[in-house]
């Protein structure tokens, strides 16, 4: 099982950027897909993006909510996942967690296997 470290959340002003980070430590990512979910208070967690760790291509998903504003990249050599967040709006104040998971590309929590501890967003004027 691989251990899964966040950082880089923070409070930022709507229209403004972000860019969280995971570690990934305990075995070297091979065919892992790695994901972000938040949660926000009283609501259930949801998908944020997601990106394949294969060496043989590069796959990415994301929300609906996001995709224009948020970019998921990976960095082979280091082990880390990165989320850039642009444009942030009042509604993506959250809880963010990496996640990792071997059954392949999936938007379900319940089909990741490995989280982190979260890092909170908070955007706020």
């Known amino acids: 099982q691989v251990q899964l470290t966040e950082s880089g959340g923070g409070l930022v002003p709507?229209?403004?950027?972000?860019?969280?980070?995971c570690l990934v430590s305990g075995r070297t990512l091979i065919n892992d897909v790695m994901a972000w979910f938040r949660q926000a208070p009283g609501k259930e967690r949801e998908f944020v993006a997601a990106i394949t760790w294969s060496s043989r291509q590069i796959s990415i998903e994301y929300a609906d909510s996001v995709r224009g504003r948020f970019a998921v990249s990976r960095?082979?050599?280091?082990?880390?996942?990165?989320?850039?967040?642009?444009?942030?709006?009042?509604?993506?104040?959250?809880?963010?967690?990496?996640?990792?998971?071997?059954?392949?590309?999936s938007r379900s929590p319940g089909d990741f296997d490995s989280w982190g501890q979260g890092t909170q967003v908070t955007v706020s004027s």
């Open 14 to 21: 709507p229209g403004g950027s972000l860019r969280l980070s």
């Open 75 to 105: 960095d082979n050599a280091e082990n880390t996942m990165a989320l850039q967040m642009n444009d942030l709006k009042l509604e993506d104040t959250a809880v963010y967690f990496c996640a990792e998971t071997i059954r392949g590309f």
